[in-house]
Nanobody, 124 residues
Framework: QVQLVESGGGLVQAGGSLRLSCAAAGRTFSSYDMGWFRQAPGKEREFVTAINWSGGSTYYADSVKGRFTISRDNAKNTVYLQMNNLKPEDTAVYYC?????????????????WGQGTQVTVSS
């Protein structure tokens, strides 16, 4: 089991940057694939990006490719989301999530553990 805590959200102007962190408590963090999802008001949760257990493979939604970068530091039990060139449509609550397995990176239902979320607001 793993507990996840996100941080780093906030208010930023369009074109700005934020870096989200997700700290994991548990001894087996390096066994988990990690993902970031977001949910805007009145919208369904959507996949943003994911990284496999080793950090060797990453996956991105088309809407964030070239702007967002996911990374992880297994020694620090932390996964990061660097968000650049933010747009108002990126406004949402961002959640990190963890799963075991080597597929279904895009499917939120396959992630067993979730953080509480952190708000990101991008003003125009």
């Amino acid at each position: 089991q793993v507990q996840l805590v996100e941080s780093g959200g906030g208010l930023v102007q369009a074109g700005g940057s934020l870096r989200l962190s997700c700290a994991a408590a548990g001894r087996t963090f390096s066994s988990y694939d990690m993902g970031w999802f977001r949910q805007a008001p009145g919208k369904e949760r959507e996949f943003v990006t994911a990284i496999n257990w080793s950090g060797g493979s990453t996956y991105y939604a088309d809407s964030v490719k070239g702007r967002f970068t996911i990374s992880r530091d297994n020694a620090k039990n932390t996964v990061y989301l660097q968000m650049n060139n933010l747009k108002p449509e990126d406004t949402a609550v961002y959640y990190c999530a963890a799963k075991i397995g080597r597929s279904y990176y895009y499917d939120g239902d396959k992630y067993a553990y979730w953080g509480q979320g952190t708000q990101v607001t991008v003003s125009s």
